[in-house]
């Protein structure tokens, strides 16, 4: 059977997505004008910008009325977990985070967008083992590198555990929310002893693409992350939303 010859359009967008993948156009770089692409597929500009809009809608490129597309910057950052990592972490009194961006060369920022006594939704209480709408307090954040939005971060925590201490507050913790649940004179005082992620990956709503300048094509990966101390217990709820063009995540699994 021939196979058809697709349409210059997407003939035009198939050239350029395989060019900008394999880094011959490079992040920040303007593509070629719409007059230099129509001589050379030899077709009409309105055909050139068809194939363009279909590297927009991929998150690929980004461009504004009058002016040539662009490739889109890419900016990645690895978030390495491992149980020694965390440790480590820990032990520095700095947040894992803000370590992992630092060593990667760039700048870390964590801004506190409110805290809240609410009722837990379903789902989180599911995840605390508590009957949904008891109530927990809500530390929303969002994370930025280089002052680009990352991840945006709620963190649920039973409020009976809670109360009266600086998880109430709207400013940073102190060694972070993992040294104040292991502190001794703490209202724990138990050691993190396993977290568990579920990981859905699913388009962004138009609030989420707003908040995170998430481009249209890019999809968003929702992590919900688990905390338990030693006794079995869950402690925290952080439901995280990331672009998914602008992080690596790995997972190291020790295996007994």
Known sequence: MTEMTPPTFQRIAN?????????????????????KLAEQYRTTRPTVRKG????????????????????????????????????????????????????????????????AEVPAPSEVAERLGIPSGDAVLVRRRL??????????????????????????SARRIPGGIAALVEAADGPIGERLARFIEDLDVRMPTPGEADELSIPPGVPLARVMRTAY????????????????????????????
Request: one cysteine or more; charged letters at 25%; a negative charge.
């Open 15 to 35: 050239d350029l997505r395989a060019q900008i993948l394999a880094g011959d156009i490079a992040p920040g770089e303007r593509i070629a004008s719409e007059n």
């Open 143 to 168: 994370f930025l590198v280089d002052g680009e939005p990352m991840q945006r971060c709620d963190g649920y925590y039973p409020a009976d555990l809670f109360h009266g201490t600086a998880m109430e």
């Open 229 to 256: 101390v030693a006794s079995g217990r869950a402690v925290e709820v952080l439901d995280s939303r990331v672009p998914c063009d602008r992080h690596v995540f790995r997972y190291v699994i020790d295996v007994p």
């Open 52 to 115: 363009i809009a279909l590297l927009k809608a991929e998150g690929l490129v980004v461009s504004t009325q009058g002016a040539r597309a662009i490739v889109r910057p890419r900016p990645r950052v690895q978030m390495l977990s491992t149980g020694a990592n965390f440790r480590d972490r820990l032990q520095s009194g700095k947040a894992n985070f803000n370590t992992e961006i630092e060593t990667q060369g760039a700048s870390p920022e964590q801004r506190i967008l409110g805290v």
